[in-house]
């Protein structure tokens, strides 16, 4: 396993650079999703093909994009990426993936080493003009009630695409380990009867986290590893007959106490 190593933290006028090119990485990222929204990934929507043939050729210009912003932030010094085991996700079909959730590009880091997954995005970005031509073009799943998000969620599985949930919901608060786990990956496994895949974040610096602006870049380049887990099998607790409330709420706690286990570990 690669050791992370912990880099100085800028001062003064040394961080300067690192500001601008942290702040650059955004502008241009943002920039490049917004002319593609309008150029190539409606080219690649209407192509001929199947929906699902279509939907998939997005996914993976979507994943090709968040790596090079991966590789952008790599450059300006704001992420040092270490993948552990990272085939596993290459490899992985139609399995929920769950991770912690430290900083705000965690799942730009997820994305970059998947280009066969989706993920549940809020339904106020839906109603940004900007993101719901990418949004819907990918099949990404909208958060809009628990019965319809089961089905988006059952018909993206059933195509053999991997699902990304972050169990605590939100960017791990400073100072915790993480934040406690709702039921909501533990609910959509079980009534998908899908299997688990835990991914542990593990960060070196405190950065990019939920009380920070995205323009306050770090000033330590934050190293992260990015470790997959064993699976969490779906039967192991939709075989019991104690009911389905209650096997989401122990599976909840199992994964939960999985994440505090793995990051309590000085690697």
Known sequence: MTEMHMAPRLQGIRYVPRWLGGVGCYIVFGLGGLLSSITLLPVLRFWPGTRQQRIRRVRAVVSGMFRCFVSMLTWAGVLKLYPNNA??????????????HPTLIDVVVLISLMPNVGCIVKQGLWRNPFMRGVLASAGYIPNRGAELLLQDCQQVLDTGTNLIIFPEGTRTLKG????????????????????????????????????QAWYQIPRQTIGMRVEVGTKFAHIGYDADNQGQAKMARTLTRDLEHYYIQQLDKNL
């Not at 490899?91 to 929920?96: I, L, N, P, R, T």
């Not at 009867?193 to 974040?201: A, E, K, Q, R, S």
């Open 87 to 100: 085939a596993k996700l290459n490899q992985a079909s139609g399995q929920v993936i769950i991770a912690n």
């Open 176 to 211: 915790s380990i993480i934040n406690p786990f709702a039921r909501g990956a533990a609910n959509i496994a079980l009534r998908t009867h899908t299997d688990i895949t835990p991914v542990v974040l593990r960060t070196n610096a405190i950065g990019l986290t939920k009380q």
